[in-house]
């Protein structure tokens, strides 16, 4: 079946770029999303991917998809203590699949 | 401002107890979902409706109940047939069902047992 998975925890330096990665299974997804999750709260929609682009760009965040490997990043520039937060990749299909499939979530750990 | 609220934010069970977990959102979303986040663990998916009066089971259904009435409120209940409930739950909404719509979320509500 469907499968996403990612690292658990990334740690980086404050000012430095983080990559969070992502790699799925089934190809045949439309659409793959970032989502971010701060502690104690709801998940916030970051950025999301149309399948037949290669990169999105928005301000400090950079995706790239490469459809071959099956893999997905983020890329946050100048990463901040404002960016500690799990990071979620999803997996959407433009079918009648109502689901997002989901990853386990990475940890972004910032160190001063 | 338009958004997803759920309440309460914590809410305790005891045992053999049923509790209901509230979720509006006024998006006009036609779709909206439950998922149940445990730690270290990803979102799964309790239930999801695609429309009003109308909703479908999702990955890990057994010892949940929702309802559809309203276009914007769609409430789980947590009933005693739920052994192991103590999580965080999560309710979302999009535009359509569909896995090319974005998922909007609320901030949650952490359920404990008492």
Known sequence: GEDVEQSLFLSVREGDSSVINCTYTDSSSTYLYWYKQEP????????????????????????????????????I???????????????????????????????????? | DGGITQSPKYLFRKEGQNVTLSCEQNLNHDAMYWYRQDPGQGLRLIYYSQ????????????????????????????????????????CASSMEGWGNQPQHFGDGTRLSIL
Request: glycine residues 8%; contains cysteine; hydrophobic residues 35%.
């Open chain 1, 40 to 75: 104690g709260a709801g998940l916030q929609l970051l950025t999301y991917i149309f399948s037949n682009m290669d990169m999105k760009q928005d301000q400090r965040l950079t995706v790239l998809l490469n459809k071959k490997d099956k893999h997905l990043s983020l890329r």
């Open chain 1, 77 to 112: 520039a100048d990463t901040q203590t404002g960016d500690s937060a799990i990071y979620f990749c999803a997996e959407g299909f433009m079918d009648s699949n109502y689901q997002l499939i989901w990853g386990a979530g990475t940890k972004l750990i910032i160190k001063p």
């Open chain 2, 51 to 90: 429309i009003v009066n109308d909703f479908q089971k999702g990955d890990i259904a057994e010892g949940y109940s929702v309802s559809r009435e309203k276009k914007e409120s769609f409430p789980l209940t947590v009933t005693s047939a739920q052994k192991n409930p103590t999580a965080f739950y999560l």
